[in-house]
């Protein structure tokens, strides 16, 4: 996508005439692969019942600003209060509100890269200073020896687990150092979390840090990527801070019904999140049996592979086999990697089998 207008650049601050539009890179194919979606879809059941839900919901008046009734029902299932509870335009509009409250001009946000680039994007966007904290080149796990004195003069620390797009978590014990290290807030992207093993998760420590945020979405497990719902579980106070930056009526009548129909539906989804954690294990088994083909251990329901010329065989899995997956080959520390969204089992089988037929005709 080009990049903004030297006539607009004229007319707007400085920091934002340095912003590029966000890419996706979307281009429509029979499989995609390339935005880490449930490709399963949503349980029928669960549809219907949204379906029922959206019926029943009138559209003349507002929403209630704070989606009061889904904090109740995250809050039951988390076993929090609902005062601990922040709901949101997905996943980046809590992103961006974390940015807004904390971050700008004078503040200080630790990054962990290779990851997911919206942290990078929005602290530009608001003039927050970022130091970054790169992760081993070869095994992308955290450099918690650099991190922790990183963490003692931050206002901000983010880190996601399961990272995107390398896979890796963040242990319990290690969020508890980072929390205790840090006079700021640490943020843990938990976009993923339902892929991950059992006890990764580190919200067990929202009883006794303070300062510590853990992000959820329901765009990835729970098939609402195309509503937009999120939330944050924090202390009271660090709530209300977000909830004193955010736009009010951002999570629509829709997208709360959606929501809520979701949360009281959610073990609907545990057969499918079963399906993708192990067909994450079968795909990262086929993928590496290629000649040529590297894959890094994941915790989310996407593989990061490298293989040789990766931009041109995710062209050639574009434009040739209508196979979308995410090109990170440019992308600093992650020279000749792709990111693969685990599919159902025969779009898998056909990614697999495409991939070996390029390399082989490579040769
Ligand atoms: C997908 C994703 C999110 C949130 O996505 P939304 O659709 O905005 O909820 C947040 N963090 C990471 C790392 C993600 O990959």
Redesign the pocket.
């Known amino acids: 996508m080009a990049g903004l207008s030297e006539r607009v650049k004229a007319c707007v601050r400085d920091d934002v005439a340095r912003l590029a539009p966000y890419d996706p890179n979307f281009t429509p194919c029979k499989i995609n692969l390339s ?2 979606e449930n490709t399963y879809g949503m349980p029928e059941e669960v549809r219907s019942a949204i379906n029922d839900a959206i019926a029943a919901t009138a559209t003349n008046r507002y929403p209630d600003p704070m989606s009061n009734e889904l904090r109740d029902l995250i809050a039951a299932w988390h076993g929090v209060a609902r005062e601990n509870v922040c709901v ?8 961006f509100n974390f940015f807004l409250a904390f971050g700008g001009p004078g503040k200080r946000l630790i990054d962990c890269p290779p ?2 680039t ?1 942290y990078d994007i929005y602290s530009k966007m608001l003039g927050t200073n970022v130091v970054r904290c790169w992760r081993d080149p070869d095994t992308f796990e955290l450099d918690m020896d650099a991190l922790l004195p990183l963490a003692a003069s931050a206002d901000m620390v983010i880190v ?1 687990s399961p ?2 797009p390398t896979g890796n978590i963040i242990s319990v014990a290690d969020v508890e150092r980072l929390c205790a290290a840090c006079p700021g807030m640490v943020m843990i ?1 938990e ?2 979390a339902e892929f991950a093993d059992e006890g990764t998760s580190c919200e067990s420590l929202l009883a006794t840090c303070d300062n510590l945020i853990v ?1 959820h ?4 497990a729970f098939c609402l ?1 195309g509503v ?3 939330y944050v579980l924090a202390a009271p106070d660090v709530i209300d801070v977000l909830g004193a930056v955010r736009q009010p009526y951002t999570a629509d009548v829709f997208a709360q019904a959606a929501a809520e129909v979701v949360t009281k539906m959610r073990e609907g989804f545990a057969p499918t999140i079963a399906t993708i954690k192990s067909e994450r294990e079968r795909l990262a088994q086929a993928l590496s049996a290629i000649d040529g083909v590297g894959v890094w251990p994941s915790q989310g329901n996407f593989l990061l592979v490298r293989l040789p010329q990766a931009g041109a065989v995710r062209v050639s899995l574009r434009d040739d086999r209508s196979i979308l997956v995410r090109d990170f080959s440019q992308a600093p520390g992650l020279e000749d990697c792709l990111r693969i969204t685990v599919g159902t089992p025969s779009e898998n089988d056909e990614l697999v089998a495409a991939i070996a037929n390029i390399l082989k005709e490579a040769q």
């Not at 949101?88 to 992103?95: H, I, K």
């Not at 979405?217 to 990835?220: A, I, N, V």
């Open positions: 935005a880490n949101g335009n997905g996943g980046d509009e809590l992103l990851t997911f919206v996601t990272n995107n992207d976009a993923y992000l979405t329901y765009s990835k990527a937009r719902v999120g």
